[in-house]
């Protein structure tokens, strides 16, 4: 069965970090990019990130540019999304997805929650 | 960037409607479009991409049609399991955009 598992959620200050997980099985990992996705309590969804196969390209979304690392290691399956300077409005839900190879997301994991909160 | 828009955002219907959603681009994006049903509690699911074609799995009472700026969701005859929330998606390039979403509800 293909399957992502998100993990690293939880509530963090306004200025912090924190580092999101996705584990993936039941596919090649390699051979396909990954996103990361995010939705805000009653919102719709926001594409955050992208990273190809090999890593060789990586694209974020205008709001989480130069605060989000986007990163992944084959060997072990592994999608990572380390998250600083995190501020309020990042509060959300943020799910791990395989990317088709085209754009779409064709595979999600649950979820993990982050909220941002002092 | 390119936004997407959604009508309606809310659509009261009953079992055996035919139910159509429409999603708009501000700019052209050929046939680079996805539909996505998403339920309460759970990650959204990939019904349609490339506009229309229906994913492994989805049943056929969904279609989808459009392209450039245009674009259809059509359930032909509503289901109790179809009672969700649908968003578009636009993967014309980066970086891509969901549409705010409609939910279809019970009338």
């Known amino acids: 069965e293909v399957q992502l598992v998100e993990s690293g959620g939880g509530l963090v200050q306004p200025g912090g970090s924190v580092r999101l997980s996705c584990v993936a099985s039941?596919?090649?990992?390699?051979?396909?990019?990954m996103d990361w996705v995010r939705q805000a309590p009653g919102k719709g969804p926001e594409w955050v990130s992208y990273i190809s196969r090999s890593s060789s390209h990586i694209y974020y979304g205008d709001s989480v540019k130069g605060r989000f690392t986007v990163s992944r290691d084959n060997a072990k399956n592994s999608l990572f999304l380390q998250m600083d300077s995190l501020r309020a409005e990042d509060t959300a839900i943020y799910y791990c997805?395989?990317?088709?190879?085209?754009?779409?997301?064709?595979?999600w994991g649950k979820g993990t929650k982050v909220t941002v909160s002092s | 960037d390119i936004q997407m828009t959604q009508s309606p955002s809310t659509l009261s219907a009953s079992v055996g409607d035919r139910v159509t959603i429409t999603c708009r681009a501000s700019?052209?994006?050929?046939?680079?479009l996805a539909w996505y049903q998403q339920k309460p509690g759970e990650a959204p699911k990939l019904l349609i991409s490339r506009a229309s074609t229906l994913e492994s799995g989805v049943p056929s009472r969904f279609s989808g049609s459009g392209s450039g700026t245009e674009f259809t969701l059509t359930i032909s005859s509503l289901q109790p399991a179809d009672f969700a929330t649908y968003f578009c998606?636009?993967?014309?390039?980066?970086?891509?955009?969901f549409g705010p979403g409609t939910k279809v509800d019970v009338k």
């Open positions: 998606q636009h993967y014309n390039d980066y970086p891509f955009t």
């Open positions: 997805a395989r990317d088709s190879n085209y754009g779409y997301m064709d595979v």
């Open positions: 039941g596919f090649t990992f390699s051979n396909n990019g």
């Open positions: 700019q052209g994006i050929s046939y680079w």
